[in-house]
């Protein structure tokens, strides 16, 4: 796992938030496709079975069928990015020394400034810049 890969966690979330948002627009929008007459072929429940021609309502076919084209893809796009993130945070949670893994946690996951880590763990920022520089060394 590298600092590019690391570094996406946050894209990720937003994303899926977007991703989330849009899903909810598309089941709202479907509530509004219009309803339409029209008729099927459908057969009599008992033998012979004769077949006839049955009146229903439902919603425009292709109003329908574009919204949940729409909705199968953000769902897909969605898990794909909630497997990457999940990637990364096993990643994190992975790390054995519990002071590096805080740092990576509060640098990719909360997105926190070198500075911002620094004061929370009472250290110098160059500490924190070097400590996740050597940890991503030993990585590769």
Do not use: W
Not at 32 to 44: E, R, T
Not at 64 to 87: F, G, N, P, T, V
Not at 126 to 135: A, N, P
């Amino acid at each position: 796992m590298d600092k590019e890969e690391l570094g996406k966690y946050r894209a990720l979330k937003r994303e899926v938030e977007q991703l989330e948002e849009r899903i909810n627009k598309l089941c709202a929008k479907s509530d509004d496709i219009p309803v339409v007459k029209g008729k099927v072929k459908a057969s009599s429940p008992v033998f012979p079975y004769t077949e006839h021609r049955v009146s229903v309502q439902m919603s425009l076919p292709e109003a329908a069928d574009r919204i949940s084209r729409l909705m199968r893809i953000y769902e897909q796009r969605k898990a794909e990015a909630e497997e990457a993130m999940l990637r990364i945070e096993q990643y994190i949670n992975s790390i054995p020394d519990s002071e590096i893994r805080q740092i990576f946690q509060m640098r990719f996951i909360d997105g926190m400034k070198l500075r911002e880590i620094a004061e929370r763990l009472d250290m110098d920022r160059s500490s924190i810049g070097k400590k996740i520089r050597c940890h991503k060394e030993l990585m590769t």
